[in-house]
């Protein structure tokens, strides 16, 4: 069975540029949630989506970070215009509407802002 | 405001020694306590985890020991092996905030062979 994938691995953009990060959950996986790390910091969550519904984004930053879950399959979060402070790795975990509390994690999205 | 407090930030044991990391928490709503094991450019791994109700809980090499009244819990890793050399991260979640995850800040474990 196929683990979250995440998409890009890695990502340079200047200020001011666009970028979407994908994640594919795992098959069968209802919840989906995006948490955020900066350099020498906490995971942090951004938000969490029931199938295609956002269900918790009281962890997004600000709204220059939109993410969206058509069908309730895949994800995307895009971050438009990025800034500086953005540079960090983004993880997409999903798990189990009834599997209790087994988070699944991504191999996270690098992205650096410069 | 962390609610998640890790403690030590970086450890370095010897091959065999005995690995451990402690944990605090604040928000007495949580009712789940995973640990995350994470290796350089991979996403963190659920090690072992804990619910509220049971003191300590064993697998393996790894132990989590869970002190309500204190809100503290922390990992012993016994017999500790190079191939531990990784990140660790406690968490605390609660199933009315739909088991989000709240983080520790990650120890640094380097052992040595």
């Known amino acids: 069975e196929a683990g979250v994938t995440q998409f890009p691995s890695h990502s340079v953009i200047e200020k001011g540029q666009t970028v979407t990060l994908r994640c594919d959950p795992i098959?069968?996986?209802?919840?989906l949630y995006w948490y955020r790390r900066v350099m020498g910091k906490e995971i942090k969550f951004l938000l969490h989506f029931v199938k295609e519904s956002k269900q918790d984004e009281s962890g997004m930053p600000n709204n220059r970070f939109l993410a969206e879950r058509t069908g309730g399959t895949y994800s995307t979060l895009k971050v438009q215009p990025a800034e500086l402070e953005d540079s960090g790795v983004y993880f997409c975990?999903?798990?189990?509407?009834?599997?209790?509390?087994?988070?699944?994690f991504g191999e996270g999205s690098w992205l650096t802002v410069v | 405001q962390q609610q998640v407090k890790q403690s030590p930030q970086s450890l370095i044991v010897q091959k065999g020694g005995i690995s451990i990391i402690n944990c605090a928490y604040e928000?007495?709503?949580?009712?789940?306590f995973p640990w995350y094991q994470q290796f350089p450019g991979k996403g963190p791994a659920l090690l072992i985890a804990?619910?509220?109700?049971?003191s300590e809980k064993k697998e393996g090499r790894f132990t989590i020991s869970f002190n309500k009244s204190a809100k503290q819990f922390s990992l012993h890793i016994m017999d500790s092996q190079p191939g531990d050399s990784a990140t660790y991260f406690c968490?605390?979640?609660?199933?009315?905030?739909?088991?989000?995850?709240?983080f520790g800040g990650g120890t640094r474990v380097l052992v040595k062979p």
């Open positions: 928000n007495t709503a949580f009712d789940y």
């Open positions: 098959s069968g996986h209802d919840n």
């Open positions: 968490a605390a979640s609660f199933e009315a905030a739909g088991n989000k995850l709240t």
């Open positions: 975990a999903s798990s189990q509407w009834t599997s209790g509390n087994t988070i699944y």
């Open positions: 804990i619910r509220p109700d049971v």
